[in-house]
């Protein structure tokens, strides 16, 4: 069974760093995107960041564009967002996902059908 469990939250200053990881396995059928989307208190989920598995091409959400990475370890069938100067704005509740549409890529979380628990981050000072 496809399964994506999120690591590496937990409580920052503003302008610290975070690496948040996620391990996918089970997925006997491939995926062909991997991302991470952000939940905010009182907000909607929001798309952050994704790579395609094949190309390797990837996407960012204007609001984190030059300050986060997505990279990914296929040894270890694990996607990273690394998160540098994190600011308040960025406290959420952040969720790894993986899309089997061969259709589509980018952040819109309709097209995302494989979902982890989530992991919360606080950028608080």
């Known amino acids: 069974q496809a399964q994506l469990v999120e690591s590496g939250g937990g409580l920052v200053q503003p302008g610290d760093s975070l690496r948040l990881s996620c391990a996918a396995t089970?997925?006997?059928?491939?995926?062909?995107?991997i991302g991470w989307f952000r939940q905010a208190p009182g907000s909607g989920r929001e798309g952050v960041s994704t790579m395609h598995i094949n190309f390797g091409t990837t996407y960012y959400a204007d609001s984190v564009k030059g300050r986060f990475n997505i990279s990914r370890d296929d040894a270890k069938n694990t996607v990273y967002l690394q998160m540098n100067n994190l600011k308040p704005e960025d406290t959420a509740v952040y969720y790894c996902?993986?899309?089997?549409?061969?259709?589509?890529?980018?952040?819109?979380?309709?097209?995302?059908?494989?979902w982890g628990q989530g992991t919360q981050v606080t950028v608080s000072s």
């Open positions: 089970g997925f006997a059928s491939g995926y062909t995107s």
């Open positions: 996902a993986a899309s089997d549409d061969w259709g589509y890529f980018g952040i819109d979380r309709a097209h995302y059908n494989y």
